[in-house]
Nanobody, 129 residues
Framework: QVQLVESGGGLVQPGRSLRLSCAASGFTFNHYNIGWFRQAPGKKREGVSCITSGAGNTDYADSVKGRFTISRDNAKNTVYLQMNNLKPEDTAVYYC??????????????????????WGQGTQVTVSS
């Protein structure tokens, strides 16, 4: 059974940090790119960051560059999103998703949700003073 389970969300003050985790099971993890997406109330879901199957390449939305860092541990079937200097506009439900590409793939995409085969249920991140 394929599962992606996000954790680590919560309520934080502006300027603080959170680390989200995405734990995967039920598929060959290192054959998948992993993306993080978010959806704020009343807005469309948007790509935040992605990492290739072999962890060689990453991409970030302009709004989070320099503040967020994506990483993965293929031995633990887990992807992380370290979020620093959080802003109120980062408030959203954060989802991780998996895109089947094969091992050591060199490119991941943030702009095409249709590329992603599996999705988690999401974790709420609220940034407020």
């Amino acid at each position: 059974q394929v599962q992606l389970v996000e954790s680590g969300g919560g309520l934080v003050q502006p300027g603080r940090s959170l680390r989200l985790s995405c734990a995967a099971s039920g598929f060959t993890f290192n054959h998948y790119n992993i993306g993080w997406f978010r959806q704020a109330p009343g807005k469309k879901r948007e790509g935040v960051s992605c990492i290739t199957s072999g962890a060689g390449n990453t991409d970030y939305a302009d709004s989070v560059k320099g503040r967020f860092t994506i990483s993965r541990d293929n031995a633990k079937n887990t992807v992380y999103l370290q979020m620093n200097n959080l802003k109120p506009e980062d408030t959203a439900v954060y989802y991780c998703a998996a895109d089947l590409v094969g091992p050591d793939f060199k490119l991941c995409v943030l702009f095409s949700e249709a590329s992603y085969d599996y999705w988690g249920q999401g974790t709420q991140v609220t940034v407020s003073s």
